[in-house]
């Protein structure tokens, strides 16, 4: 799958998956024997709302698992999985090597990363903003304090591009806080490491970043494209200048095009030389299968391919 650089922009660079389709060549789920327990899962709130929609139909067909679900960010996946506190961390995000090496001092290895669906980080405006687009840069300029992509700083919507009645109008800036893996994401891959703007108003939640701009005509904000809302508008994107702006679309982000496409993963404490635990891997095998990637697609994220599929469920062996 062709992103840029192996894994730069968060999705795997095999490019023998490039042309293959968005949830191909999936298997259903089988069923096997009885499994009972509590399913304990702490990270990601962009995975907020499909990991206990994963959950819920899990346990239909296995009704003796309890599922115990906490969504507060991906940093607090690493510690609760490193401590032994949840079974699942889903993140959006890759662990830091600190995060991993935390992990390895305390359990004697590598937690395992498992794929599990496909993302565009989207940059949201108002319905009813005019703006065509914005290059990295520009959101750089727009977001942070720190502009190492060298652009002067952009206070209005005209000096971001609009023009007429929109010209001298202040751009008002919403984000995520430093838990969430997307916050994380967004400031590498957009900021190059940079440092946020200090009047970017930071929402606890991904869907709080979208429905704070449906609330403010001259709103800014960065989520999960799984979040979007008839009252917002997830804006075309270009690398640099020279680029076309790109629709934040799974299709157009699989083939390196839109500029901040992702992974989103739940690790989990898989010992080397040794099987997870049954509920575990059972879990896991039903969010790679066709049922649990229709899911994924009823949510508004983009299912993994046959063959990434195909990659994680030997992961999990």
């Known amino acids: 799958m062709a992103f840029l650089a192996a894994g730069r922009l968060g999705y795997p660079a095999a490019k023998v998956m490039a042309a293959e389709p968005v949830g191909s060549g999936l298997a259903r789920y089988e069923r096997t024997g009885d499994l009972s327990g509590n ?11 499909l990991t206990p929609m994963w ?19 991906s940093a607090t996946a690493p510690p609760a999985l ?31 990363r498992i794929d599990v669906a496909l993302d565009c980080l989207a940059v949201y405006v108002h319905k009813d903003n005019p703006i065509r ?3 990295l840069a520009q959101l750089d300029s727009i ?22 009645t929109w010209a001298n109008l202040p751009i008002s800036l919403y984000g995520r806080n430093s838990a969430s893996g997307t916050y994380a994401y967004f400031k590498e ?14 929402q606890p939640g991904s869907a709080g970043v979208v429905q704070s701009v449906a609330k403010d005509r001259l709103g800014i904000g960065y989520s999960g494209i799984g979040y979007k809302t008839s009252e917002v508008r997830a ?24 500029p901040i496409g992702r992974t989103l993963y739940i690790y989990v404490a898989k010992k080397p030389g040794e099987s997870l635990p049954p509920l575990v891997k059972e879990f896991l095998k039903f969010v790679l299968s066709k049922e649990g990637q229709d899911l994924v697609v009823k949510d508004g ?17």
């Open 39 to 49: 399913l304990t899962s702490k990270g990601s709130d962009t995975l907020g709302n």
């Open 55 to 73: 959950a819920e139909a899990f346990c239909k067909i296995y009704p003796n698992v309890q599922p115990q679900i906490e969504s507060k960010g």
């Open 82 to 112: 490193t401590e032994g506190t949840a079974l699942l961390g889903p993140m959006s995000r890759k662990m830091t090597a600190s995060e991993e090496d935390a992990f390895e001092a305390k359990r004697g290895f590598r937690p395992t």
């Open 133 to 135: 687009g914005f290059t």
């Open 143 to 164: 977001f942070s304090k720190t502009r190492k992509r060298g652009f002067a700083d952009i206070e209005t919507w005209g000096q971001a591009g609009v023009a007429g």
């Open 189 to 202: 891959h957009v900021f190059l490491k940079g440092d946020y703007k200090d009047t970017v108003k930071e």
């Open 235 to 258: 804006v075309p994107l270009a690398k640099d200048a020279e680029g076309a702006l790109v629709e934040p679309t799974f299709e157009n982000a699989i083939r390196g095009d839109y």
């Open 301 to 317: 994220f983009g299912a993994l391919p046959g063959r990434m599929v195909e990659k994680n469920l030997k992961a999990l062996e």
